[in-house]
């Protein structure tokens, strides 16, 4: 690696309570050259409150791979710079990872530096198992493709974490409370370190009424919590002449496609076929 190259900042911001910044990040601002930020206005109040300033480069979803290359050059010519998006860790559900691909590619320097993300930070508190999770990020805006992703991940047994928004949050819960039922267990973490920070936990079903009856429930930045699909026998309890189907047909046709005609010829789930066959079919 260059030594007279610069170095590549990723630097976690707080998601709500200023506090929550690290002296650590601090410290990198006040060194960078440069900062690139998803959006400049936001994050140059919050460095104007801590007394710093910077040059701000606009890096967003809209012209992130027209623009990393730029950063790279800049990276190359011997710029450190501060990645950072508006709130929370960058990249998780936010611009930057272009950027970090392409500077991982040519050998630059990254650097990230921890602290607060909403995913987490939700996921410590909503006593829902934290040992294995998936983060699905946003879920569609329109109801069908939705319902398909859910429907995709409807057998998972891990912990899922989602971001919601206020204008789409009770048409979401709505769509979850049909793949995945309305007794699944699921928390609700609304304006997480803020001053109407509220965690919420209760079935699907529950949650959507307890929603529904307040307007101001359903205002902020939202995290969903559900509890992954409890583990069943559906190995066991698959008959030994859909088995054999099964693994006759996925011999002649992709995996997905054996299942769901053997969960029509028998009567069993697709994903449950589907599931057996990536454990036990060579």
Known sequence: ???????????????GNLQDITQRALDIFTQVDLIAAEDTRHSGLLLSHYGIKKPFFALHDHNEQQKADALVEKLRQGTNIALISDAGTPLISDPGFHLVRKCRQTGLKVVPLPGACAAITALCASGIASDRFCFEGFLPAKSKARKDKLQNI??????????ESTHRILDTLEDIEAILGAERYIVLAREITKTWETITGDTV??????????????????????????????AEEISPQAIKA????AKELPLKKAAAIVAEL???KKNALYQYGLEYLD
């Open 1 to 15: 690696m260059n030594n007279s190259y610069g170095t590549l900042y990723i630097v976690a911001t707080p998601i």
């Open 154 to 163: 409807a057998e998972e047994d891990r912990t899922l974490i989602f971001y």
């Open 205 to 234: 079903a529950n949650l959507r009424k307890w929603l529904a009856e307040d307007p101001n429930r359903t205002k902020g930045e939202m995290v969903l919590v559900i509890e992954g699909k409890a583990k069943s026998d559906d």
């Open 246 to 249: 099964l693994a006759l047909l």
């Open 266 to 268: 028998y009567g069993y």
